[in-house]
């Protein structure tokens, strides 16, 4: 027992019997060459290699004299190892080829990098690494912000009566085949802007400035969508426009003021305008009333006399034919007709001229013309 009692090591190496090594029996330090030794890094290597043999189901060494039965220095691996082994690596294959499509998503399945087949949504299988998948998320609106919206002069655009204008809009897409997109489109948001800048400079070019500030911004953004959505089919693009909103046309900033007071003057024009042609519209239509009354007046006049003169004549001829058969009857009688149409408005005063010896030769005054009035008033 006294040979091992050198320190925690299994013994340092005494030259002198049993003892404590702490003094010299007399109380004394000893000497400062005859401490403790510091174990070897050998060792420490040696003791490590043993603890990992046990902890891989081997067994110890039995003391630093080596391992007895156990016949070697490395891990020794069991039947339980290599089984928790392979249950490790499936999992992590079943969890690398196991994937989840969600509804509003699709993936695109790749066979050693080829095209092999779209994924719908829910669970799907991919065996790693042979097929790999990439999911792309297709109904989802992305947002492609054009023009000047951004603080840049990209919206100024030259217009067909070489005007410039000032355009904000933005192209709203999503993804209808994730195949193509993938592979057909290097970049597909960079792409998607320049044919849409593109598509929205030549429309532009081919209309008008008053048009395009007012009017014509619907008209305009169904043709952009449509003119985009040929390009990018033309490119085989598996990209979908979805529509486009036409935010802002103003005249550039620079010239804006200017711009709107000659908009100002304009509008005013316009209700001078219109204030003028409704004034000259009420008085056409009342000149129009007026000559219309006229021309019924004299078409009522002329019946009038059409009527009165083939009445008269009608009189006549049956005067005529009444004149053939009793001359000197029908010729008082139009005598008498006639005296009474002179005679009837005049004032009449008769005298008798056989009247003598009274010396009176007026006749007693009739109020014969106050008699008459009195009876066309009554008649009335």
Known sequence: MAGNS??????????????????????????????????????????????????????????????????????????????????????????????????EEQSVELFLGEFSAVGNPGLNFAPWPFVTAEVIPVTREQNEDMGGARGSDDGLMLTGDE?????????????????????????PRQTIRAVSESAMREIIAQSELAPILNRDRGIIADRLQELIQLTMDSYDSGVNIVRVNFDKADPPQDVIAAFRDVQAAAQERDRLQNVADAYANRVLAEARGEAAQVLEEAEAYRAQQINGAQGEASRFSAVLEEYSKAPDVTRKRLYLERMEQVLGDVDKI???????????????????????????EESN
């Not at 933005?170 to 970049?187: C, E, G, H, M, S």
């Not at 005298?351 to 009876?375: A, H, K, M, W």
């Open 350 to 376: 008769i005298l008798d001229e056989n009247s003598t010896g009274s010396g009176q030769g007026v006749v007693p005054y009739l109020p014969l013309n106050e008699l008459r009035r009195n009876q066309t």
């Open 163 to 187: 005007n410039v204008v000032d355009i904000d809009y933005q192209v709203v897409w999503n993804i209808n085949d994730p195949a193509k997109y993938l592979f057909n489109l290097r970049d």
């Open 6 to 103: 050198g320190g925690p090591w299994g013994g340092g190496g005494s030259s002198g019997g049993g003892g404590n090594r702490g003094n010299n029996g007399d109380g004394r330090k000893p000497p400062e060459g005859d401490g403790p030794q510091i174990p070897e890094i050998d060792e420490l290597m040696k003791k490590g290699q043993e603890q990992l043999r046990v902890l891989m189901g081997g067994r110890g060494g039995g003391g630093r004299g080596g391992g007895q039965g156990t016949g070697g220095g490395g891990p020794v691996f069991t039947k339980g190892t290599v089984v928790i082994g392979l249950l490790v690596a499936a999992g992590l294959w079943g969890a690398a080829s196991f994937y989840t499509v969600k509804p």
